[in-house]
């Protein structure tokens, strides 16, 4: 290997790596220092000889950098042939190392290189000796035979299809004529550069590397054979992105690759997710969905797209197991495996890849999970009440167990908890045990509690979710509840009259040795939660199966209680007792591999009013793997929860049969508001599933008048359907309102004004909105709804001029002026008597924008010098009000 003289040269610690927006506020009790570590490549494929980039970070609960933190992080790596082929390498020190001492200096984060001379898959992590500082999960890389020809492509490595506004890295590799990389080729001089370009037709597409910020054109710089670049386009359309040799010597051939910008809800990639984290206990089933993902979410009309895993197992005697083994067709837009592992090893490497129509970018194509031994934490265990009294504030449990339920006390971690409240009335409260409001809270010696209530009756979503890690395979526990933690809870009116006891099993079917929680209420004949009950009840079980605790603790009408059994059988649960009457349902332990549970995979699906929403069905096992077997009709109920014309809401069919696990259903809906979905199985063996769904208007603008100082404009806000048809829908609720507002340009003091509110709602589908300026300028009118759940188009709606009294149409005086010929930029120049938009785009010879802005001007004389394109002949089109010129321009560099 041959170690290049760059490596002391470049200071990684100064590179830019774009990375995506992190908008969750932070709560206020979060430790304000690292919890874990991340240790992370850059991509998952090397080449034997050649420097990959990795880096280790400190993070916080959430995911944020510890920019302060301070102590030593240990490197280990192993090798799928151990010989010590593999090693760390400092780029700032030129040293092998195998610990870092990091300081607030390094802001929490340290790229190194990690070199294996050997063709192989590596696994490496990171440790530190800062106490209560978890170990990085382990990540794999696999590393290629290196090529010691002469490259002869720039080749372009990434997805086919993506998404507008979002960042996807592309990797660029020098490969001979058997695609194998070389990796004797770094940045060391200029030539070792790739020239990257995005060709769209009107400029909108922009790269970044790691020295650049976005542009049409940047120089890569290439490390050992490797170089990367950041793509986003703002609109859906075809992108060219390619590559080019700068220096002739090397003489490697150019690489185009397209990609093509599709709508948000069209899967682009496919993703694995596990619901239990990134551990196992050893000889416990794994379960791993992988999914198609588009940018809202699950795409479940894929049923084409084909998908495989496979196991590597560079540890241990060859003990894993994956079920299926072969390519596997998915079903609603995903697809289920086994993974199973009989020995206790800290990892296995877990490769994917998918194949056929549409075609799907694997994102995550190798990553480690780890089989732990007994009792060490892998689940985040929840014991939630499904039904509480309005008004009373209810302790719910949390502990950290493995996956065979023990709990294990040395665990300290954070959860987050989340409830969507769809009214946006701030009634509903999650806080710690001193009663302050929160959503994130500490585990300490494997048990943890919080505290919920809400002031007023409603149903809501709630999701109770490990905070350490990092979605959707690299979280350090996994959730114990089904589907990720996330489920409804309800809050009644506080009955007065106890009549019965109610139970709800968090599910009908599980494992012998394992346990079934139910949840247990007393309630009046109204089905209301009586709060001043607090004897407990009794229980009664048929067979071999116990229950714990004894007595089983009722609070404010409310409790939970386990039940187990050691034995395959059908279990009838009684609940009796203090004179109420007596509640019964049966309990199913047996094969794991038997249904127990509905899901929509879409945990918030929505579509627009009058649009057909497409729900997609499946039912899984105790484990969350797809009951491929199961057959039958499932119930649909549909509930309109916002307002009281139920009659808005159209369902069919109201049954829906599964078919080999999944199943379809449609609804629709006349007005925006939100919908509950209950699906429950007519025979009451499998668990009934509870989701919400929302309707949203469209919302589009018109402004309208004579834009004249001191006389007033008018804005009408129309709510239109999916096909475009005005909603004939009058506001109810407080959020059925939109917010107007408008931004000056110009003395931008505040003489722009209102005349009515600014705030609003709906009249047979209609906002107004009246607005004056005293001052000639030009203003900006935007609106935003109150609620963007049913009500979408917020933003941008257009733009006024305000003349001068009496001189509503001021001539426009506007000359423009662009250098014929040009050295170093192209000059432009301009003169307006008036305030306005000006919009200007510069065209290549082929009709592509190469250039273009939308400004706001104040009159006055303007000139432009346009820099940064090659040699050429260009044309300039200015568009001032109803004015347009185009000039002809010939740059010379």
Request: glycine residues 8%.
């Amino acid at each position: 290997m041959i170690i290049l003289v760059i490596l002391s040269l470049l200071n990684l610690q100064n590179i830019h790596i774009p990375a995506s927006e992190n908008t969750t506020s932070s709560p206020k009790a979060v430790p304000d220092y690292a919890t874990y570590l991340e240790f992370s490549p850059l991509g998952f494929f090397g080449t034997a000889g050649g420097a990959h980039i990795v880096a280790v970070t400190a993070k916080k609960p959430g995911g944020e950098t510890d920019v302060n933190f301070s102590g030593t992080v240990y490197f280990h790596l192993t090798e799928e042939n151990p010989n010590s082929s593999g090693f760390f390498f400092n780029p700032n020190t030129w040293q092998v190392v195998d610990s870092l001492v990091l300081t607030p200096a390094d802001s929490g984060q340290y790229y190194l290189f990690v070199y294996d001379n050997d063709p192989e898959y590596i696994v490496f992590y990171a440790t530190t000796n800062q106490p209560g500082v978890k170990p990085s999960i382990p990540y794999a890389m696999f590393v290629d035979t290196a090529s010691a020809n002469n490259p002869v492509i720039a080749a372009i490595h990434g997805p086919e299809f993506g998404h507008d506004s979002t960042n996807i890295m592309f990797e660029i590799t020098l490969e001979d004529a058997n695609g194998k990389i070389n990796p004797n080729f770094t940045s060391i001089i200029d030539t070792n550069y790739v020239l990257v370009r995005v060709i769209d037709d009107d400029g909108t597409a922009r790269i970044s590397t790691f020295f650049t910020g976005d542009t049409n054109e940047a120089k890569a710089p290439f490390f050992d054979g490797r170089a990367w670049i950041w793509f986003e386009d703002t609109e859906q359309e075809t992108v060219l992105i390619v590559t080019e040799d700068i220096d002739p010597l090397h003489d490697f051939a150019p690489d185009t690759h397209r990609i093509v910008i599709v709508p948000d809800n069209i899967a682009t990639d496919i993703m694995p997710y596990t619901f239990r984290g990134s551990y196992t206990t050893a000889g416990e089933k794994k379960v791993l969905y992988m999914i198609a993902f588009a940018e809202d979410g699950p795409d479940q009309s894929n049923n084409t797209s084909q998908t495989m895993i496979w196991p590597i197992d560079i540890l241990g005697t060859q003990s894993v197991s994956v079920s299926p083994s072969t390519w596997t067709t998915l079903n609603s837009g995903v697809a289920s495996f086994n993974i199973t592992d009989t020995e206790m090893d800290s990892f296995v490497i877990i490769r994917n890849d998918a194949q056929g129509t549409p075609v799907l970018y694997p994102s995550i194509p190798m990553f480690c999970t780890g089989y732990k031994d007994t009792s060490e934490a892998t689940l985040l265990r929840v014991e939630l009440l499904f039904k509480m009294a309005a008004g009373d504030t209810y302790s719910i449990d949390v502990s950290s167990i493995d996956n065979l339920e023990n709990l294990d006390s040395t665990f300290n971690g954070w959860y987050r908890v989340d409830v969507y409240d769809h009214d946006y009335d701030g009634s509903e409260h999650v806080m710690d045990t001193l009663g302050t409001d929160d959503f994130v809270f500490e585990i300490v010696n494997g048990t943890s509690r919080f505290l919920i209530m809400d002031s007023e009756p409603e149903s809501m979503t709630i999701q109770v979710r490990p905070y350490e890690g990092r979605d959707p395979v690299y979280y350090y526990l996994g959730t114990e509840l089904p589907f990720g933690g996330e489920t409804r809870i309800v809050f009644t009116p506080a009955g007065t009259q106890a009549v019965r006891w109610e139970i709800a099993p968090y599910t009908k079917f599980s494992e012998p040795g394992k346990t079934i929680f139910v949840a247990v209420n007393v309630v009046d004949s109204t089905g209301n939660v009586v709060p001043s009950w607090s004897s407990s009840p009794v229980i009664e079980l048929t067979g071999s199966a116990t229950y714990y605790p004894s007595p089983v603790p009722i609070t404010k009408g409310a409790g939970v209680f386990g039940v187990t059994d050691s034995v395959e059988e059908a279990v009838v649960l009684t609940v009796y007792g203090g004179g109420l009457d007596t509640v019964t349902d049966t309990l199913y332990f047996m094969n794991p591999d038997s249904a127990a549970y509905i899901l929509i995979l879409d945990d918030r699906p929505e579509a627009a009013v009058n649009e057909s929403l497409q729900i997609n069905v499946l039912v899984l096992t105790p484990s969350m793997e797809i009951a491929s077997y199961y057959n039958g009709w499932l119930y649909v109920f549909v509930t309109d929860t916002t307002r009281a014309n139920t009659s808005s809401t159209y369902l069919w069919p109201d049954s829906v049969y599964i078919n080999s696990g999944s199943g379809t259903f449609f609804i629709s809906d006349s007005e925006p508001e939100y919908v509950d979905i209950t699906i429950t199985d007519p025979a009451g063996k499998l668990m009934p599933y509870r989701a919400q769904a929302r309707f949203y208007g469209n919302m589009s603008a018109n402004i309208y008048g004579s834009h004249i100082v001191n006389e007033e404009d008018t804005m009408d806000v129309y709510l239109l359907d999916y096909y475009g048809n005005i909603i004939d829908f009058t506001s109810e609720l407080g959020y059925d309102s939109v917010n107007a507002y408008g931004i000056e340009y110009g003395a931008s003091n505040g003489s722009f004004y209102f005349n009515s509110n600014s705030i609003s709602g709906f009249t047979h589908g209609m906002a107004r909105f009246r607005f004056s300026d005293t001052e000639a300028e030009s203003v900006t009118i935007h609106i935003d709804p109150l609620n963007y759940d049913l009500f979408h188009g917020s933003g941008y709606v257009g733009s006024v001029v305000y003349a001068l009294t009496g001189t509503p149409s001021i001539p426009l005086k506007l000359s423009f002026s662009v250098n014929p010929v040009n050295l170093e930029g192209i000059g432009i120049s301009y003169q307006i008597n008036r305030p306005g938009k000006l919009s200007m785009k510069v065209y290549d010879l082929s009709g592509r924008v190469v250039d273009k802005k939308d400004i706001f001007v104040k009159p006055g004389v303007y000139s432009e010098n346009l820099k940064g394109l090659s040699s050429g002949v260009y044309f300039v089109k200015l568009k001032f009000g109803d004015r347009t010129e185009i000039f002809k321009t010939l740059l010379v560099r």
